[in-house]
C-alpha cells in the first residue's frame, strides 16, 4: 500500500524568505501524480501544485516549485518570497495513475506540515 | 472556486443520536467523496461514489453510510454517533479519475460527539 510522510508537523519562515516542505512516499508503482494542497484557517482545501510522475521536469506555478526525486520518491515544496497569506497548513498527496475495479484511483494524504510566516 | 456546498457546518450532537452530512455540487461531476479530517492523519477517505447510486467504502468506512439519488447531492450518515467520530468532515469532487484530475473541496462539517 502507498504511504506518504510528512516529517515536518511545523515550520516557520520570515516574511520575503524562501521555505521548502518535505515530503516521501512510498510506491511500487511506477505511474502517478503528486500534489500538493494548502489548507489556510478557513479550511477550504486548496490545490497549490501538481506533478505528474512521468515528467522530468519539475512543476512550478509562480511562486511555488516542487523538488521531484522520483528515485528517491520524494517531492518536497519550496515556496519562495513567502507572504503573510502563505500560512497554513500543507498537505502532500499522492494518486496512482493506475486504475482500479470500480475506476477509482484513491488519493492519500500526508498528515500535514504547519507553515507560520513571521512579519 | 468549484460550487461545493456542505451542510451543516457546525454540528454538535450527542453520543447514540443519527447525523446526516450533506454536500451538494453545482459542477456535475461524477464523482464524490467523503473524506475526515483529523490531526495527525491528514485527511482519510470515508466513501465514496462514481455515480448515482454507486457508491464504495474507502479506508475509515465503519460507523459511516452513505447514499446518492442525485448527481449533485452526497449524503453521509452516521447511524449513531459516537466520540470517536467528533472529526472535520470534508466532501470533494472530481471530474473524472483519468489524467492530472483534480479533486476539489467544499469548505467542511465541523462535528462534535458529546
Known amino acids: 500500500a502507498q504511504t506518504v510522510t510528512q516529517s515536518q508537523p511545523e515550520m516557520s519562515v520570515q516574511e520575503a524568505e524562501t521555505v521548502t516542505l518535505s515530503c516521501t512516499y512510498d510506491?511500487?508503482?511506477?505511474?502517478?501524480?503528486l500534489f500538493w494542497y494548502k489548507q489556510p484557517p478557513s479550511r477550504q482545501m486548496i490545490l497549490v501544485i501538481r506533478q505528474e510522475a512521468y515528467k522530468q521536469q519539475n512543476a512550478t506555478e509562480n511562486r511555488f516549485s516542487v523538488n521531484f526525486q522520483k528515485a528517491a520518491k520524494s517531492f518536497s515544496l519550496k515556496i519562495s518570497d513567502s507572504q503573510l497569506g502563505d500560512a497554513a497548513m500543507y498537505f502532500c498527496?499522492?494518486?496512482?495513475?493506475?486504475?482500479?475495479?470500480?475506476?477509482?484511483?484513491?488519493?492519500?494524504f500526508g498528515p500535514g506540515t504547519s507553515l507560520s510566516v513571521i512579519p | 472556486d468549484a460550487g461545493i456546498t456542505q451542510s451543516p457546518r457546525h454540528k454538535v450532537t450527542e453520543t447514540g443520536t443519527p447525523v446526516t452530512l450533506r454536500c451538494h455540487q453545482t459542477e456535475n461531476h461524477r464523482y464524490m467523496y467523503w473524506y475526515r479530517q483529523d490531526p495527525g492523519h491528514g485527511l482519510r477517505l470515508i466513501h465514496y461514489?462514481?455515480?448515482?447510486?454507486?457508491?464504495d467504502k474507502g479506508e475509515v468506512s465503519d460507523g459511516y453510510s452513505v447514499s446518492r439519488s442525485k448527481t449533485e447531492d452526497f449524503l453521509l450518515t452516521l447511524e449513531s454517533a459516537t466520540s470517536s467520530q467528533t472529526s472535520v468532515y470534508f466532501c470533494?469532487?472530481?471530474?473524472?479519475?483519468?489524467?492530472?484530475?483534480?479533486?476539489?473541496f467544499g469548505p467542511g462539517t465541523r462535528l462534535t460527539v458529546l
Open positions: 498527496a499522492y494518486r496512482s495513475a493506475k486504475l482500479g475495479k470500480t475506476s477509482y484511483d484513491k488519493v492519500i
Open positions: 470533494a469532487i472530481s471530474e473524472s479519475v483519468v489524467g492530472a484530475d483534480t479533486q476539489y
Open positions: 510506491t511500487s508503482e511506477s505511474d502517478y501524480y
Open positions: 461514489s462514481y455515480g448515482v447510486k454507486d457508491t
